[in-house]
Nanobody
Framework: QVQLVESGGGLVQAGGSLRLSCVDS????????MGWFRQTPGKEREFVAA????????YYTDSVKGRFTIARDDAKNTVYLQMNSLKPEDTAIYYC?????????????????????WGQGTQVTVSS
């Protein structure tokens, strides 16, 4: 069973940094593809970043490329999202997700329906 718990959100000024963490309490973490999504009120949940098995491939939405970095530590069952140069438009609830099915290409990892398990979310607020 996959259970995801995010942490690391908070309030930060524009230009600042935060690192989100997501711990998976299950026993299959190393085989899972992991993703980060975010959502603001009244909008659909949107893809932010994803990472495949052993970190072989990473994917990002265009708006965060060069600012955000996704990484994983399989020994700790943890996936991270390092967020630098934060902007007010990055304000959202950030969700961690796990894909246990086959498929590790961009087309299999950039939509909500591509994932099987979700965390409860962590709030990120960037002030101007």
């Amino acid at each position: 069973q996959v259970q995801l718990v995010e942490s690391g959100g908070g309030l930060v000024q524009a230009g600042g940094s935060l690192r989100l963490s997501c711990v998976d309490s299950g026993r299959t973490f190393s085989r899972n593809k992991m993703g980060w999504f975010r959502q603001t009120p009244g909008k659909e949940r949107e893809f932010v970043a994803a990472i495949t098995w052993a970190g072989a491939n990473t994917y990002y939405t265009d708006s965060v490329k060069g600012r955000f970095t996704i990484a994983r530590d399989d020994a700790k069952n943890t996936v991270y999202l390092q967020m630098n140069s934060l902007k007010p438009e990055d304000t959202a609830i950030y969700y961690c997700a796990a894909r246990t099915r086959n498929g590790d290409t961009w087309s299999s990892l950039n939509e909500v329906g591509d994932y099987d398990y979700w965390g409860q979310g962590t709030q990120v607020t960037v002030s101007s």
